[in-house]
Nanobody
């Protein structure tokens, strides 16, 4: 059974950092692109970043460029989203999702984790 599990969320002050992890079980991540999405209350789910199966290609939504970094360790079946210089508008539930090729549209992904809450507040 294919499963994704996010961890690393929490409460952080503006300007702080968090490191989100997406761990896979029941399948090998090597053949899947992994996307990170977020959803704030009352808003549509938004694509934040995606990394290709090989790790050779990454993309970011404009609002996080220069602050967030996505990486993967296929040997550990894990994808990391390093979030620096966090802002209150980054507050949301963050999800990871898997599909063969990166897409910024959440509807393109069949496999999802349960999400982890990120709150940026003083």
């Amino acid at each position: 059974q294919l499963q994704l599990v996010e961890s690393g969320g929490g409460l952080v002050q503006p300007g702080g950092s968090l490191r989100l992890s997406c761990a896979a079980s029941g399948f090998t991540m090597d053949y899947y692109a992994i996307g990170w999405f977020r959803q704030a209350p009352g808003k549509e789910r938004e694509g934040v970043s995606c990394i290709s199966s090989s790790g050779g290609s990454t993309n970011y939504v404009d609002s996080v460029k220069g602050r967030f970094t996505i990486s993967r360790d296929n040997a550990k079946n894990t994808v990391i989203l390093q979030m620096n210089s966090l802002k209150p508008e980054d507050t949301a539930i963050y999800y990871c999702a898997a599909r063969r090729i990166c897409s910024s549209w959440y509807g393109a992904y069949a496999y999802w984790g349960q999400g982890t809450q990120v709150t940026v507040s003083s």
